[in-house]
């Protein structure tokens, strides 16, 4: 059983920053691929970003590739991700998850609550 929790949400301008930290339960997260996945309002959930066990390797979705990154520090159970140029349309609340299987799948074993990152226009 794995116990994920999300913080670093809030409101932020059009253009701005914000990191996220998913602080996880445990003394086997680094056997954990990690990932991001986001929930606006009225839509369904989408995949953000992954990251792989020993964090040598990441993918992205195409609308946050070159803004967002993924990272973790296995030595503090921790996944973040660090999200630069700010769109509206980034709004949504974000949810950290961790996968048993080798890769992050689209139905990950567990999440976080979530937190809400608004960006103003």
């Known amino acids: 059983q794995v116990q994920?929790?999300?913080?670093?949400?809030?409101?932020?301008?059009a253009g701005g920053s914000l990191?996220?930290?998913?602080?996880?339960?445990?003394?086997?997260?680094?056997t954990y691929p990690m990932g991001w996945f986001r929930q606006a309002p009225g839509k369904e959930r989408e995949f953000v970003a992954?990251?792989?066990?020993?964090g040598d390797s990441a993918?992205?979705?195409?609308?946050?590739?070159?803004?967002?990154?993924?990272?973790?520090?296995?030595s503090k159970n921790t996944v973040y991700l660090q999200m630069n140029s700010l769109k509206p349309e980034d709004t949504a609340v974000y949810y950290c998850a961790a996968d048993a299987s080798s890769?992050?799948?689209?139905?990950?074993?567990?999440w976080g609550q979530g937190t809400q990152v608004t960006v103003s226009s």
């Not at 994920?4 to 949400?9: D, I, M, T, Y």
């Open 4 to 13: 994920l929790v999300e913080s670093g949400g809030g409101t932020v301008q």
């Open 59 to 74: 993918y992205y979705a195409d609308s946050v590739k070159g803004r967002f990154t993924i990272s973790r520090d296995n």
């Open 103 to 110: 890769v992050v799948r689209g139905t990950p074993d567990w």
């Open 50 to 54: 992954a990251i792989s066990r020993r």
């Open 19 to 30: 990191r996220l930290s998913c602080a996880a339960s445990g003394r086997t997260f680094s």
